[in-house]
């Protein structure tokens, strides 16, 4: 399979604890994109990298969530001290460089906060 | 926010056309219409994205008004793996291009 994968699917977690997630993009795709998604909700953008260089950060990336994508291939999201509202579906996404590629995302991972 | 207004849900029956409208009255000369969706537990799928013009793909069909202010996508025969939420979403093709999701409409497909 050539998609994008995630790891883990799923991460049951206790308040306070660190948790860290990993993305591999479609081989060669540059960009590489972090949503976050609750329940009922449409998927909210997170952080944005071209290659290894995080471009766009949203206002939703507390200072607690670090991504990184340190050779410009997988990426990884951390999250420290999680609360409960951190509790969510966590998708990547990847796409080509160019001004009109889709993103192609994988199936996520889903955090629990207990 | 998003710049897109969806019905909440919709019903369809299997094997009929699905039609899903979507309004992007605010929509700027440099913004294509994007279609995706979401099937349960899964990450958005792509389906289709047009400028001005009509666009049709192996999956759906992309009706763009004149003025760009609304938009309709149409699965020509719905199949139960066609129940999903599906986003309609305004983005311009300049910087990061980040996607801008709203609430999407929920179609359920009936046998």
Redesign the interface.
């Known amino acids: 399979d050539t998609g ?1 994968s995630q790891d883990p699917r799923h991460k049951i977690t206790k308040r306070g604890q660190n948790v860290t997630f990993r993305c591999d993009p479609i081989s060669e795709h540059n ?1 590489l ?1 972090w ?1 976050r998604q609750t329940l009922g ?5 997170l952080t ?1 990298f071209q290659n290894e260089a995080q ?2 950060k949203s206002r939703l990336l507390s200072d607690r969530f670090s991504a990184e994508r340190p050779k410009g291939s997988f990426s990884t999201l951390e999250i420290q001290r999680t609360e409960q509202g951190d509790s969510a579906m966590y ?1 990547c ?1 990847s ?1 080509p460089r160019g ?2 590629y ?7 991972t889903r955090l629990t906060v207990t | 926010d998003a710049k897109t207004t969806q019905p909440t849900s919709m019903d369809c029956a299997e094997g009929r056309a699905a039609n899903l409208p979507c309004n992007h009255s605010t929509i700027s000369g440099n913004e294509y219409v994007y279609w995706y969706r979401q099937i349960h537990s899964q990450g958005p799928q792509y389906i289709i994205h047009g400028l001005k013009n009509n666009e049709t793909n192996e999956m759906a069909s992309l009706i763009i008004t004149e003025d760009r202010k609304s938009s309709t996508l149409i699965l020509p025969h719905a199949t139960l793996r066609d129940t999903a939420v599906y986003y309609c979403i305004v983005r311009t093709i300049q910087g990061a291009q980040k996607l801008v999701f709203g609430q999407g409409t929920r179609l359920t497909i009936n046998p």
């Open positions: 994008v960009r994109y949503y909700q449409g998927p909210e953008f944005y471009l766009e998708l996404a796409s001004p009109n889709e993103q192609y995302f994988g199936p996520g």
